[in-house]
């Protein structure tokens, strides 16, 4: 019976905050605008571009390391030779990223910029 008390107190306190929440007149806006949302944007693709780089530069080397310890296997030589074109793949699909955005740009902008405002 003290532990159904207990758990009543316990979910009391739990919605206290939210029911003192509840009394607020107004609701806080976001107060995006069109400018602050490209910026994100802009940041989030130079993320993702740079992740994309940093991982195909490491795919890159690591097939130069696979080609170097092969010794002579061919199963292990066709490993590697993929691991490169993977990397290699997925630079082309960073740089690809930056050139669609500045493509999507200069069809809804006047395409000066890098980003349209």
Same mark, same amino acid.
């Given at each position: %019976?003290?532990?159904?008390? =207990? ?5 009391? %306190? ?6 003192? !929440? ?17 910026? $994100? ?6 993320? !993702?571009?740079?992740?994309? !780089? $940093? ?9 130069? !390391? ?31 990223? $930056? ?7 200069? $069809? ?5 910029? =890098?980003?349209?405002?």
């Amino acid at each position: %019976m003290k532990k159904i008390k =207990y758990l009543g107190i316990g979910l009391a %306190m739990q919605l206290l905050p939210m029911i003192a !929440f509840a009394q607020t007149p107004q609701i806080p806006s976001v107060g995006w605008t069109k400018g602050s949302v490209t910026n $994100f944007l802009r940041q989030l693709l130079e993320w !993702f571009g740079g992740i994309l !780089f $940093f991982i195909g530069i490491f795919m890159i080397l690591w097939a130069a !390391f696979k080609y170097m310890t092969a010794g002579g296997d061919d199963t292990k030589i066709e490993s590697a030779k993929k691991s490169l074109i993977y990397g290699l793949v997925g630079i082309g699909i960073a740089i690809l990223a $930056f050139g669609v955005w500045q493509l999507v740009g200069s $069809f809804l902008g006047d395409g000066s910029s =890098y980003f349209w405002m």
